[in-house]
């Protein structure tokens, strides 16, 4: 007999990670969690524009945000009272545990709340777990699933064919001459910080001749746009898109060579779907421990930028310097087949 029939649970809800970084770093835990679960309904619980994420796992799982506003006891309260689409919860995942967090799965009745006990929390815990501190998000969530079913997922490997997408027009034109012409991708993260990497970006396109660009971002359009008019581009082109959809975001993916990115989020999502891509990363900026992906099937090829003005490169377990930018570009010419 399946768990899920022999603990009766139809309905789960899962308190996803806080920031949306680490969204992608639960998928191995949700994927996990939907195939224990193959019958029951999967309601997910996160913060306020954190939610695309979760429209790339391959089931359908309702996904809540909780608004900036809804934060303190009082209020999340409110909110979950009136959050009427989530009722009669068999089971509840914490997977941010905190003691707000703890208080989402009491505040819906949950007959069995799982977590781990690292406070306060553990008061409004059915079932609560000793951690590993030093534990990655992923290993840490898939962790609570092996404590509360007994197995374990050590084996697990998580990635995801890709799918047509949703065709974006204006996009689509550019694709229309008679040999297609090979498009890089490029993903950026908030344009704060890359607007203080103006000069990185110039020497990145001008080691290009007669490349075309597509940018995407969920920021407003008109950021990028006045950001990108101080980049000298050369004879390269660059094109805009910006846009929350997962189905765009796919139909990209099937288009262009490969992908060029500067956070995890979308780094993440890379790894998951299998893109041929390069991560640059900030090596002086690093607020926190680069994800392993330790379940994912494939891993990132990352370049590490630094102001004093080292790059390395590491992939695997390979590691090896990069004198300058036009280096880094023959590389990525190499990978991309440009």
């Given amino acids: 007999m399946a768990i899920s029939e022999e603990r009766n649970i139809r309905k ?15 998928f191995p835990f949700l994927i996990a969690l939907s195939e224990e679960f193959p019958k029951a309904e999967i309601n997910l619980l996160c913060e306020e524009n954190s939610s695309l994420a979760y429209s790339f796992l391959p089931y359908k799982a309702l996904a ?5 506003d809804k934060l303190s006891l009082i209020e999340t309260h409110h909110f979950c009272a009136n959050l009427n689409d989530i009722f009669n919860v068999d089971l509840f ?3 941010e545990n905190t003691f707000n967090s703890s208080f989402i799965g009491f505040n819906f009745r949950s007959k069995e709340r799982v977590g781990y006990g690292v406070g306060w929390n553990k008061y409004f815990l059915t079932k609560k777990f000793n951690h590993i ?3 990655s998000i992923e290993k840490k969530c898939l962790n ?28 689509e034109q550019l694709f229309q001459e008679p040999v297609p012409p090979k498009f890089i991708l490029i993903m950026l993260d908030n344009f704060v910080n890359v607007s203080k990497e103006i000069a990185k970006w110039t020497q990145f396109f001008d080691c290009f001749q007669n490349q075309k660009f597509i940018i995407w971002s969920m920021q407003d359009e008109d950021m990028i746009s006045e950001l990108f008019a101080n980049v000298d ?36 999502l890379i790894a998951y779907y299998g893109v041929n891509a390069i991560s640059f990363i900030d090596a002086d900026n690093l607020s926190l421990n680069l994800p392993k992906y330790d379940y994912f099937k494939l891993k990132p090829q990352r370049f590490l930028f630094s102001n004093t003005g080292a790059i390395k490169y590491k992939y695997l377990d390979e590691e090896k310097d990069f004198a300058e930018m036009n280096l880094v570009v023959d590389h990525l010419h190499f990978q991309f087949k440009l």
């Avoid at 809540?64 to 900036?68: A, F, I, S, T």
């Avoid at 609570?144 to 996009?171: A, C, H, N, P, W």
């Avoid at 805009?240 to 993440?268: C, D, I, P, Q």
């Fill in 12 to 26: 789960i809800l899962v308190k996803c990670p806080p920031l949306a970084e680490d969204a992608f770093h639960a």
């Fill in 64 to 68: 809540y945000e909780r608004p900036k």
């Fill in 93 to 95: 995942f914490d997977l």
């Fill in 133 to 135: 501190e030093s534990q």
């Fill in 144 to 171: 609570l699933l092996e404590l509360y079913t007994g197995k374990g997922f050590q084996d697990l490997r998580i990635s995801s064919g890709r799918g047509e997408g949703v065709q974006i027009e204006k996009i």
């Fill in 233 to 268: 581009l050369g004879d390269n082109e660059l094109f805009m898109h910006r846009g929350a959809n997962s189905k765009e975001l796919l139909y990209l993916f099937n288009k262009v060579v490969g992908v060029v990115t500067n956070n995890v989020w979308s780094e993440s």
